[in-house]
């Protein structure tokens, strides 16, 4: 139920914010222009220290890497530490320019960046009743999913990613990932539009009926 409840939020709040805008601020914050690919390891090891002071990035040797094998980097955030841990055999394949290792880091980039630039912080309170907390930090983790194909791949190379998959080099982005990404792309200002035309005046219409039904109620009292 929490996943589902998450994946609803997501797309609600893909009405509210342009996430296209999302990954261009990205790009000016590490002064990279529209065309330039993102270099990831670069940007986590040069950029983020000048402006965070608490950021480190932190090479695991394979043999102790406590996670599941198709998990190739990670974020770790709380006050004192934000942490990007990649795993080494990632990172050496990244530093060659391995695009499925650099979509890696840029994805925990984006981890990064949404919770201290854009101060997307779901989940991060502790204070949370658990289960809300879930549904929050699945959220968290779909605007990643969506933001980070957005803000490393073009239009041209989601779609022709979508009509090739064998041939595609990134492996770590997944079938759903790659679909949204693609989906905000092509419908995001239609969706917008007719949100603001048609649902938004819906709701405000509803909002005065139940304010007038709650007048009446309290001055036939």
């Excluded at 261009?24 to 950029?47: G, H, Q």
């Amino acid at each position: 139920m929490a996943e589902q409840i998450s994946i609803l939020c997501t797309t609600i709040l893909m009405f509210f914010i342009d996430f296209k805008k999302v990954a261009s601020e990205f790009r000016k914050v590490f002064n990279l222009d529209s065309t330039e690919e993102f270099p990831a390891v670069k940007i986590a090891e040069r950029k983020i220290p000048e402006s965070d002071s608490k950021f480190t990035v932190l090479v695991v040797a394979d043999c102790d890497w406590d996670f599941e094998n198709s998990v190739q980097a990670y974020y770790r955030h709380s006050d004192n530490v934000h942490e990007i841990g990649i795993k080494e055999s990632v990172y050496y394949r990244a530093l060659g320019g391995d695009k499925d290792a650099l979509f890696s880091v840029a994805h925990e980039i984006v981890h990064w960046g949404l919770i201290n630039h854009f101060n997307f912080r779901f989940g991060l309170n502790e204070d949370v009743p658990p289960e809300a907390r879930m549904i929050l930090c699945g959220i968290h983790e779909n605007l990643v999913d969506l933001v980070t194909p957005l803000l490393v791949l073009s239009e041209d190379e989601l779609k022709a990613a979508q009509s090739a998959k064998s041939d595609f080099d990134y492996t770590c982005l997944s079938g759903g990932q790659l679909d949204l990404a693609l989906f905000y792309f092509q419908n995001y200002d239609v969706l917008q539009k007719n949100f603001k035309r048609n649902i938004v005046p819906s709701l405000r219409k509803a909002m005065k009926k139940g304010g007038g039904s709650n007048g009446e109620k309290k001055g036939s009292a």
